[in-house]
């Protein structure tokens, strides 16, 4: 089923994990996909393993590069239709530890991140008054989660916005929602002990971690027409753990 066909889509953070899978789910609906990361060491392997897909390298805390890779897209590829704001780092550390280093880092990636993409992408979509952005945010950001209050605060943060946006945009045909995956097999969870691994998987009811393929067919459906009457909704994929 090519539901995406002709769409332009744009993922950020696309050149590994939870946002390469994506952008394969949204390549195989029939979009053509721009990749964007910093993670220049990446970038020919995600645009081998993306069909027709095209990487550029963006830092999405960086205003300057924000806007002209997305002129550059919309040149280049097409007008964006799907925005994915994917990007995103932690920087674990205990409340009385934590660096300003570390709070700002993860604030500016995961949020001011998402909040400059999706205010750069969303110009056009209001002008063609159609769209969907995909936010991803996690259930740390709605539970909590000791020894994370940076990524906890970003990530509620990216549901906040989610919802305003939603709101501010739905009568300019734009529908924005979320996906809160709970423990994705990826790079960024790779480093974890294996007693935090152990009993993070204890809560899990469906008993195994979940793939990065299992978050990118949910933000396929919420890219694509089948959600067309779904907005401002944050779509927990966890395998049960948040109830
Ligand atoms: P990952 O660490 O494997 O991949 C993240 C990608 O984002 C990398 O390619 C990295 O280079 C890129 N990136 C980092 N900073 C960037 C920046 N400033 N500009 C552009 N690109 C940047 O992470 P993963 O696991 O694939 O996570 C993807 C998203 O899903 C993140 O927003 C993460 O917070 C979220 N998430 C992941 C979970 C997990 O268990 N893996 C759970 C809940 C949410």
Redesign the pocket.
Known sequence: MAELQGAVAVV??????????TAKQLADAGAQVAL????ES?RRAAEAEVPGGRAFL?????LDQVTQTVDAIAAEVGPISVLV??????RDNLLLRMTDEEWDLVL???LR?TFNMTRAVSRGMIKRRSGSIVN?????GVMGNAGQAN?ASA?AGVIGFTKAVAKELAARGIRVNAV??????????ANLPKRARDSLMAQIPLGK??Q?ED?ATVIRFLAGPASGYVTGQVIVVDGGMVM
């Open positions: 950020t953070g696309g050149f590994r994990g939870i946002g390469l899978a964007l990361d910093l993670d990446g963006c830092d999405v805390c960086n704001n994917n990007a995103g780092v932690t500016n990636v995961n991140g991803l945010a996690s259930v740390v990524y990530k809160a995956p709970g423990f994705i097999d990826t790079q960024m969870t971690l979940g990065p978050v």
